[in-house]
Protein backbone atom coordinates (compact mmCIF):
# COMPACT_ATOMS: atom_id res chain seq x y z
CA UNK A 1 0.00 0.00 0.00
CA UNK A 2 3.02 2.36 0.96
CA UNK A 3 4.56 1.68 -2.80
CA UNK A 4 1.21 2.95 -4.45
CA UNK A 5 0.87 5.83 -2.67
CA UNK A 6 4.62 6.61 -3.26
CA UNK A 7 4.08 6.04 -6.66
CA UNK A 8 0.87 8.26 -6.76
CA UNK A 9 2.84 10.60 -4.99
CA UNK A 10 5.53 10.75 -7.67
CA UNK A 11 3.54 10.85 -10.50
CA UNK A 12 1.46 13.54 -9.11
CA UNK A 13 4.97 15.38 -8.52
CA UNK A 14 5.98 14.41 -12.17
CA UNK A 15 2.86 15.93 -13.83
CA UNK A 16 3.19 19.08 -11.63
CA UNK A 17 6.86 19.62 -12.81
CA UNK A 18 5.20 19.26 -16.51
CA UNK A 19 2.94 21.36 -16.30
CA UNK A 20 5.23 24.13 -14.65
CA UNK A 21 7.75 23.47 -17.75
CA UNK A 22 4.59 23.48 -20.09
CA UNK A 23 3.33 26.87 -18.61
CA UNK A 24 6.98 29.01 -18.45
CA UNK A 25 7.16 32.24 -20.45
CA UNK A 26 8.72 32.19 -23.17
CA UNK A 27 8.67 36.26 -23.83
CA UNK A 28 10.40 37.69 -26.81
CA UNK A 29 13.22 40.69 -26.50
CA UNK A 30 10.66 43.23 -27.24
CA UNK A 31 8.40 42.36 -24.08
CA UNK A 32 11.46 41.86 -21.94
CA UNK A 33 12.67 45.12 -22.73
CA UNK A 34 8.96 46.37 -21.99
CA UNK A 35 8.63 45.05 -18.91
CA UNK A 36 12.30 45.95 -18.34
CA UNK A 37 11.94 49.72 -18.93
CA UNK A 38 8.60 49.64 -16.73
CA UNK A 39 10.67 48.71 -13.42
CA UNK A 40 13.77 50.95 -14.68
CA UNK A 41 11.90 53.99 -14.84
CA UNK A 42 12.16 54.51 -18.13
CA UNK A 43 7.96 55.32 -18.97
CA UNK A 44 8.53 58.44 -15.85
CA UNK A 45 10.36 60.32 -18.67
CA UNK A 46 9.27 58.79 -22.10
CA UNK A 47 5.28 58.37 -21.05
CA UNK A 48 3.27 55.20 -20.81
CA UNK A 49 4.65 52.53 -22.87
CA UNK A 50 7.16 55.29 -24.15
CA UNK A 51 4.49 56.49 -25.95
CA UNK A 52 4.43 59.88 -24.62
CA UNK A 53 7.15 62.26 -23.64
CA UNK A 54 6.89 64.27 -20.21
CA UNK A 55 7.23 68.41 -20.80
CA UNK A 56 11.50 69.22 -20.23
CA UNK A 57 11.75 72.84 -19.90
CA UNK A 58 14.70 74.82 -21.35
CA UNK A 59 14.81 71.68 -24.37
CA UNK A 60 14.50 73.39 -27.62
CA UNK A 61 11.77 70.14 -28.25
CA UNK A 62 10.44 70.76 -24.65
CA UNK A 63 9.70 67.57 -23.94
CA UNK A 64 11.14 64.59 -23.81
CA UNK A 65 11.33 62.33 -26.93
CA UNK A 66 8.85 59.53 -27.09
CA UNK A 67 9.44 56.13 -28.52
CA UNK A 68 6.66 56.01 -31.30
CA UNK A 69 7.75 59.29 -33.36
CA UNK A 70 10.70 60.83 -31.98
CA UNK A 71 13.41 58.16 -32.05
CA UNK A 72 14.57 58.53 -35.83
CA UNK A 73 15.54 62.22 -34.93
CA UNK A 74 17.79 60.79 -32.56
CA UNK A 75 19.22 57.18 -33.56
CA UNK A 76 20.01 56.20 -37.14
CA UNK A 77 20.71 52.64 -35.91
CA UNK A 78 19.93 49.97 -33.53
CA UNK A 79 23.58 50.89 -32.56
CA UNK A 80 22.34 54.40 -31.39
CA UNK A 81 19.68 52.73 -29.50
CA UNK A 82 22.12 50.84 -27.24
CA UNK A 83 23.84 54.12 -26.77
CA UNK A 84 21.64 56.00 -25.61
CA UNK A 85 20.66 53.80 -23.21
CA UNK A 86 24.59 52.39 -22.30
CA UNK A 87 25.77 55.90 -21.92
CA UNK A 88 22.90 58.71 -22.03
CA UNK A 89 23.79 59.62 -25.52
CA UNK A 90 25.31 59.07 -28.67
CA UNK A 91 28.89 59.31 -29.95
CA UNK A 92 27.43 61.48 -32.76
CA UNK A 93 25.08 63.11 -30.51
CA UNK A 94 27.85 63.84 -27.68
CA UNK A 95 30.18 65.56 -30.35
CA UNK A 96 27.70 68.37 -31.14
CA UNK A 97 28.22 71.59 -29.16
CA UNK A 98 24.88 73.23 -30.05
CA UNK A 99 23.34 69.39 -28.92
CA UNK A 100 25.47 69.42 -25.52
CA UNK A 101 24.45 73.37 -25.13
CA UNK A 102 20.69 72.34 -25.28
CA UNK A 103 20.97 69.49 -23.49
CA UNK A 104 22.92 71.70 -20.36
CA UNK A 105 19.50 74.20 -20.33
CA UNK A 106 17.19 71.21 -20.26
CA UNK A 107 15.14 69.80 -17.04
CA UNK A 108 15.74 66.43 -17.37
CA UNK A 109 18.55 64.33 -18.86
CA UNK A 110 18.52 61.19 -20.38
CA UNK A 111 20.51 58.88 -17.44
CA UNK A 112 23.24 56.28 -18.74
CA UNK A 113 22.16 52.75 -17.80
CA UNK A 114 25.37 50.76 -18.11
CA UNK A 115 26.48 50.70 -14.72
CA UNK A 116 22.76 49.69 -13.70
CA UNK A 117 21.81 46.58 -16.72
CA UNK A 118 23.82 43.66 -18.44
CA UNK A 119 24.49 43.45 -22.16
CA UNK A 120 21.28 41.69 -22.81
CA UNK A 121 18.87 43.99 -20.67
CA UNK A 122 20.34 46.49 -22.74
CA UNK A 123 19.50 45.20 -26.08
CA UNK A 124 16.01 44.05 -24.68
CA UNK A 125 15.16 47.83 -23.83
CA UNK A 126 16.86 48.14 -27.17
CA UNK A 127 14.60 46.01 -29.42
CA UNK A 128 11.62 47.27 -27.19
CA UNK A 129 12.46 50.54 -28.55
CA UNK A 130 12.98 49.41 -32.04
CA UNK A 131 9.46 47.88 -31.84
CA UNK A 132 8.22 50.35 -30.33
CA UNK A 133 9.08 53.14 -33.30
CA UNK A 134 8.53 50.66 -36.62
CA UNK A 135 12.51 50.68 -37.18
CA UNK A 136 12.14 47.21 -38.08
CA UNK A 137 10.03 47.07 -41.24
CA UNK A 138 10.22 44.17 -44.46
CA UNK A 139 11.26 45.15 -47.17
CA UNK A 140 9.23 42.44 -49.32
CA UNK A 141 6.05 43.79 -50.56
CA UNK A 142 3.72 41.27 -49.40
CA UNK A 143 5.11 41.18 -46.02
CA UNK A 144 4.82 44.92 -45.76
CA UNK A 145 1.31 44.87 -46.82
CA UNK A 146 0.59 42.23 -44.01
CA UNK A 147 2.83 44.81 -41.17
CA UNK A 148 -0.07 47.65 -42.42
CA UNK A 149 -2.84 46.04 -42.44
CA UNK A 150 -1.74 44.17 -38.72
CA UNK A 151 -2.07 47.51 -37.69
CA UNK A 152 -5.61 48.79 -39.72
CA UNK A 153 -7.30 44.99 -38.40
CA UNK A 154 -6.57 46.31 -35.00
CA UNK A 155 -3.95 43.10 -34.05
CA UNK A 156 -1.43 45.46 -32.83
CA UNK A 157 -3.95 46.13 -30.24
CA UNK A 158 -3.37 43.43 -28.54
CA UNK A 159 0.17 41.98 -29.82
CA UNK A 160 2.21 44.99 -29.52
CA UNK A 161 4.11 46.91 -32.40
CA UNK A 162 4.39 44.50 -34.96
CA UNK A 163 2.95 41.88 -33.14
CA UNK A 164 6.62 41.58 -31.01
CA UNK A 165 5.31 41.95 -27.44
CA UNK A 166 3.05 40.11 -24.62
CA UNK A 167 0.91 41.71 -23.01
CA UNK A 168 -0.99 40.25 -19.69
CA UNK A 169 -3.92 38.45 -20.15
CA UNK A 170 -5.18 36.86 -17.31
CA UNK A 171 -6.78 33.20 -17.26
CA UNK A 172 -4.58 32.27 -20.39
CA UNK A 173 -2.54 29.43 -20.44
CA UNK A 174 0.51 31.39 -19.66
CA UNK A 175 -1.08 34.78 -18.59
CA UNK A 176 -0.04 36.86 -21.85
CA UNK A 177 -1.14 36.98 -25.34
CA UNK A 178 1.74 35.38 -27.13
CA UNK A 179 3.89 37.47 -29.52
CA UNK A 180 4.05 36.61 -32.96
CA UNK A 181 8.15 36.37 -32.52
CA UNK A 182 7.92 34.38 -28.91
CA UNK A 183 9.13 30.83 -28.39
CA UNK A 184 5.33 30.51 -27.86
CA UNK A 185 4.39 30.12 -31.76
CA UNK A 186 5.07 26.72 -32.56
CA UNK A 187 2.90 25.32 -29.71
CA UNK A 188 0.17 27.69 -31.06
CA UNK A 189 0.47 27.57 -34.85
CA UNK A 190 1.85 24.88 -36.81
CA UNK A 191 1.67 25.68 -40.29
CA UNK A 192 0.15 27.94 -42.75
CA UNK A 193 -3.56 26.47 -42.18
CA UNK A 194 -3.43 26.94 -38.65
CA UNK A 195 -2.48 30.27 -39.11
CA UNK A 196 -5.62 30.83 -41.61
CA UNK A 197 -8.03 28.92 -38.80
CA UNK A 198 -6.80 31.57 -36.17
CA UNK A 199 -7.74 34.54 -38.19
CA UNK A 200 -10.55 33.84 -39.54
CA UNK A 201 -12.43 31.91 -36.85
CA UNK A 202 -10.34 32.94 -33.43
CA UNK A 203 -9.33 29.20 -32.86
CA UNK A 204 -7.63 26.77 -35.18
CA UNK A 205 -9.29 23.37 -35.30
CA UNK A 206 -6.64 21.81 -33.06
CA UNK A 207 -7.66 23.89 -30.26
CA UNK A 208 -10.77 24.15 -30.21
CA UNK A 209 -11.08 20.12 -30.06
CA UNK A 210 -8.95 20.22 -26.74
CA UNK A 211 -10.60 20.35 -24.11
CA UNK A 212 -8.05 22.14 -21.72
CA UNK A 213 -6.66 24.58 -24.55
CA UNK A 214 -10.07 25.42 -24.83
CA UNK A 215 -10.65 25.46 -21.22
CA UNK A 216 -8.19 28.08 -21.07
CA UNK A 217 -9.19 29.88 -24.47
CA UNK A 218 -12.49 30.91 -22.67
CA UNK A 219 -11.17 31.49 -19.45
CA UNK A 220 -8.68 34.29 -20.78
CA UNK A 221 -9.48 37.59 -20.48
CA UNK A 222 -8.56 38.95 -24.49
CA UNK A 223 -10.09 36.59 -26.68
CA UNK A 224 -9.06 35.96 -29.81
CA UNK A 225 -11.65 37.44 -32.52
CA UNK A 226 -12.64 35.53 -35.96
CA UNK A 227 -11.29 37.95 -38.51
CA UNK A 228 -13.13 36.69 -41.33
CA UNK A 229 -16.09 39.18 -41.73
CA UNK A 230 -13.39 41.96 -42.00
CA UNK A 231 -10.94 40.41 -43.81
CA UNK A 232 -9.83 41.64 -47.40
CA UNK A 233 -8.78 39.97 -50.41
CA UNK A 234 -4.80 38.66 -49.90
CA UNK A 235 -4.78 39.19 -46.23
CA UNK A 236 -4.10 36.02 -44.99
CA UNK A 237 -1.58 35.26 -47.00
CA UNK A 238 -0.38 38.89 -46.17
CA UNK A 239 -0.17 38.48 -42.99
CA UNK A 240 1.37 35.21 -43.20
CA UNK A 241 4.20 36.62 -45.24
CA UNK A 242 4.58 39.18 -42.36
CA UNK A 243 4.79 36.62 -39.52
CA UNK A 244 7.18 34.33 -41.43
CA UNK A 245 9.48 37.93 -42.11
CA UNK A 246 9.46 38.46 -38.96
CA UNK A 247 10.26 34.74 -37.01
CA UNK A 248 12.95 34.52 -39.94
CA UNK A 249 14.21 38.29 -38.85
CA UNK A 250 13.94 39.79 -42.52
CA UNK A 251 13.74 36.68 -44.68
CA UNK A 252 11.61 37.01 -47.96
CA UNK A 253 11.27 33.05 -48.32
CA UNK A 254 7.41 32.91 -47.38
CA UNK A 255 4.90 30.00 -47.52
CA UNK A 256 1.46 31.07 -49.14
CA UNK A 257 -1.30 30.25 -46.73
CA UNK A 258 -3.49 27.25 -47.49
CA UNK A 259 -7.22 27.51 -47.90
CA UNK A 260 -9.46 26.29 -45.53
CA UNK A 261 -9.72 22.33 -46.75
CA UNK A 262 -6.02 22.09 -48.02
CA UNK A 263 -3.92 19.11 -46.39
CA UNK A 264 -6.91 17.83 -44.59
Not at 15 to 42: F, N, T, V
Not at 133 to 148: F, H, I
Not at 221 to 230: C, D, I, L, N
Request: aromatic share 8%; charged share 25%; hydrophobic share 40%.
Amino acid sequence: MRRVVVSIAALVLIAGIGAAIARRPELPPAERGRRLAERSGCFGCHGPGGAAGAQNPGRIDKSVPNFADDVMMYAKSPHEIREWIADGVTQRKAASATWRADRARGVLRMPAFKERLSKGEIDDLAAYVMAASGMRQPDDSLAARGYVRADSLGCVGCHGPGGRLARSNPGSWKGYVPSWDGGDWPELVRDSTEFRQWVEHGVSRRFADNRVASYFLHRAVVRMPAYEPHLEAGDVPALWAYVTWLRAEGSNEVETPAKEGDHE
